[in-house]
């Protein structure tokens, strides 16, 4: 089973602040098949990234996600008060058999 | 619109089963459209976790840990996809999450990532 190990466990910013999130992957993720996705009380779960890099239909150009093999980043450029929420990576490229990580919660500084 | 909904009790009982309903609309289960329906549970605090995927061709597929308490079915007509879980813990309360699974081409074959959530329901065990 790959295990995704997320960092940092809360990171605290303010709007306009810049966020990088990581992921790091206990084992090589097959094709670069990880994706992010934003949960927020109430919402459904959005995914912003799929395939390490490729942004979701109607996802903010400010969301951007890299890496490949273990290693894996998505960076929120400006932070807009509704970026605040918990993020997690899940890795599909196992699948069916899916895992995620443990989740960063971006808050408010 | 791709949404989903999931239904279900919100309260069941130890050693019962539990039935999950998930309605969808804008897409469907049929061999033109090769999307899949996943479920998702999360416990406040914890990472979630997948417990089981049915495809446009009926294969099934479940989280190992808790393949023998899953059944997961569809039925194309009405745009639903039950999962059943049975012997029901108090470990078991969490949010289910019925989640519509696409076809990823990542080159050399397709991977299936989850795109669109419905909302959740919330399942307590007491």
């Known amino acids: 089973e790959t295990v995704l190990t997320q960092s940092p466990g809360t990171l605290s910013l303010s709007p306009g602040e810049r966020a990088t999130l990581s992921c790091r992957a206990s084992q090589s993720v097959s094709a670069n098949c990880l994706a992010w996705y934003q949960l927020k009380p109430g919402h459904a779960p959005r995914l912003l990234i799929y395939g390490a890099s490729l942004r979701a239909t109607g996802v903010p150009d400010r969301f951007t996600g890299s890496g490949s093999g273990t290693d894996f980043i998505l960076t929120i450029s400006r932070l807009e008060p509704e970026d605040f929420a918990v993020y997690y990576c899940q890795q599909y490229g196992s699948s069916p058999m899916y895992t995620f990580g443990q989740g960063t919660k971006l808050e408010i500084k | 619109q791709v949404s989903l909904r999931e239904s279900g009790p919100a309260l069941v009982k130890p050693t019962q089963t539990l039935t999950l309903t998930c309605t969808f609309s804008g897409f469907s289960l049929t061999p033109s459209t090769h999307m899949c329906v996943s479920w998702i549970r999360q416990t406040p605090g914890k990472a979630p976790e997948w417990l089981a995927r049915i495809d446009w061709d009926d294969d099934k597929y479940y989280n190992s840990s808790l393949k023998t308490r899953l059944t997961i079915s569809k039925d194309t007509a009405k745009s639903q996809v039950v999962l059943t879980m049975t012997d029901m813990d108090p470990l078991d309360t969490a949010t289910y999450y019925c989640?519509?699974?696409?076809?990823?081409?990542?080159?050399?074959?397709?991977?299936?990532?989850?795109?669109?959530w419905g909302r959740g329901t919330t399942v307590a065990v007491s």
């Open positions: 989640v519509r699974t696409a076809p990823h081409d990542a080159g050399s074959r397709y991977y299936f990532y989850m795109d669109v």
